[in-house]
């Protein structure tokens, strides 16, 4: 069905974001409000107000400029803003300002805010659907620089569940839990374990906010130690969600957390960037190894 209500509001980034082909065709409904990150979060709320559809395709670490914006003038009064966020994660050349390692941890703090994040542009396609359909208030998908993995895209566009993460792999001795860019990263970890004997899980959250409770708390049931994997800082992150709900489900099983370290990370190719901080398939099997052993010497 054609959407006629659906406006697209950039920060002067129509190439980046990819919306020029949505300019070129649509010029009517297509907002570049220059560089004022807090002026396109505002004027997407009025356009809400007023019954569009606003999607706002900003930036990750250009949208923290926003943050008060997107609190007051769209999630207190859970509006129906869409935020498009490009460069979710490390993004290489573009260096450390341009890093958007920052939003899982500032977006799901935000009371009427659903997060979520693609595991592939097959998946985004369908979180993009899912965007759009949804009226309960501000929706944000979180993507990365990346261009894809080339998997087959469906031809229909389905509205995904809110709030529905998928298991992709069953294992009995640890639950990798992945949230977007990581998720393919950690079936290689899981390959990369099988030799060893390990088992392992592997579940694609889709969604940071909110969480698959349901899902999550019968996976940790079932397995020694859970690891959880974000492209984004570990402070108050997708991790610190996933151990918060456990703990308030009073699930004990140990909680181990791969994500960026509390430093701004440098300059360079993203795959070496991935190496460095320790989040590629070889590094997470060794931080998996190293936390299982722990988990079965203290038992």
């Given at each position: 069905?054609?959407?006629?209500?659906?406006?697209?509001?950039?920060?002067?980034?129509?190439?980046?974001?990819?919306?020029?082909?949505?300019?070129?065709?649509?010029?009517?409904?297509?907002?570049?409000?220059?560089?004022?990150?807090?002026?396109?979060?505002?004027?997407?709320?009025?356009?809400?107000?007023?019954g569009?559809?606003?999607?706002?395709?900003?930036?990750?670490?250009?949208?923290?400029?926003?943050?008060?914006?997107?609190?007051?003038?769209?999630?207190?009064?859970?509006?129906?803003?869409?935020?498009?966020?490009?460069?979710?994660?490390?993004?290489?050349?573009?260096?450390?300002?341009?890093?958007?390692?920052?939003d899982?941890?500032?977006?799901?703090?935000?009371?009427?805010m659903?997060?979520?994040?693609?595991?592939?542009?097959?998946?985004?396609?369908?979180?993009?659907?899912?965007?759009?359909?949804y009226s309960?208030?501000?929706?944000?998908?979180?993507?990365?620089?990346?261009?894809?993995?080339?998997?087959?895209?469906?031809?229909?566009?389905?509205?995904?569940?809110?709030?529905?993460?998928?298991?992709?792999?069953?294992?009995?001795?640890?639950?990798?839990?992945?949230?977007?860019?990581?998720?393919?990263?950690?079936?290689?970890?899981?390959?990369?374990?099988?030799?060893?004997?390990i088992?392992?899980?592997?579940?694609?959250?889709?969604?940071?906010?909110?969480?698959?409770?349901?899902?999550?708390?019968?996976?940790?049931?079932?397995?020694?130690?859970?690891?959880?994997?974000?492209?984004?800082?570990?402070?108050?992150?997708?991790?610190?969600?996933?151990?918060?709900?456990?703990?308030?489900?009073?699930i004990?099983?140990?909680?181990?957390?791969?994500?960026?370290?509390?430093?701004?990370?440098?300059?360079?190719?993203?795959?070496?960037?991935?190496?460095?901080?320790?989040?590629?398939?070889?590094?997470?099997?060794?931080?998996?190894?190293?936390?299982?052993?722990?988990?079965?010497?203290?038992?």
């Amino acid at each position: 069905v054609k959407r006629t209500d659906v406006v697209a509001i950039t920060a002067a980034m129509p190439d980046g974001t990819g919306l020029t082909v949505f300019r070129d065709r649509l010029p009517e409904r297509f907002f570049d409000v220059g560089i004022a990150e807090q002026h396109a979060v505002t004027f997407a709320a009025g356009l809400a107000r007023a019954g569009l559809k606003p999607v706002a395709a900003i930036y990750s670490t250009f949208l923290q400029r926003a943050y008060d914006q997107i609190v007051h003038d769209v999630a207190l009064q859970r509006l129906n803003v869409a935020f498009a966020i490009d460069r979710g994660g490390l993004v290489g050349e573009d260096g450390p300002t341009h890093h958007g390692v920052f939003d899982l941890s500032y977006l799901r703090q935000i009371p009427n805010m659903v997060v979520m994040a693609p595991k592939d542009e097959n998946e985004l396609r369908h979180m993009l659907a899912t965007m759009i359909d949804y009226s309960e208030g501000p929706i944000a998908i979180r993507y990365p620089r990346d261009y894809g993995y080339g998997v087959q895209l469906d031809e229909e566009l389905t509205v995904l569940p809110i709030g529905k993460g998928e298991i992709l792999r069953e294992g009995k001795d640890v639950a990798l839990v992945a949230i977007g860019s990581m998720v393919r990263p950690s079936l290689d970890a899981a390959d990369l374990l099988e030799p060893d004997g390990i088992e392992a899980a592997v579940v694609n959250a889709r969604f940071v906010k909110p969480l698959d409770e349901q899902m999550l708390t019968a996976v940790a049931r079932t397995v020694k130690l859970v690891v959880t994997v974000e492209e984004n800082v570990r402070c108050g992150g997708f991790g610190s969600a996933v151990a918060e709900m456990l703990s308030m489900h009073e699930i004990t099983i140990p909680v181990h957390m791969i994500g960026l370290p509390d430093r701004f990370v440098e300059h360079g190719r993203r795959s070496e960037l991935l190496e460095d901080v320790g989040l590629n398939p070889e590094a997470i099997a060794a931080t998996v190894k190293k936390a299982l052993r722990g988990v079965e010497h203290r038992a």
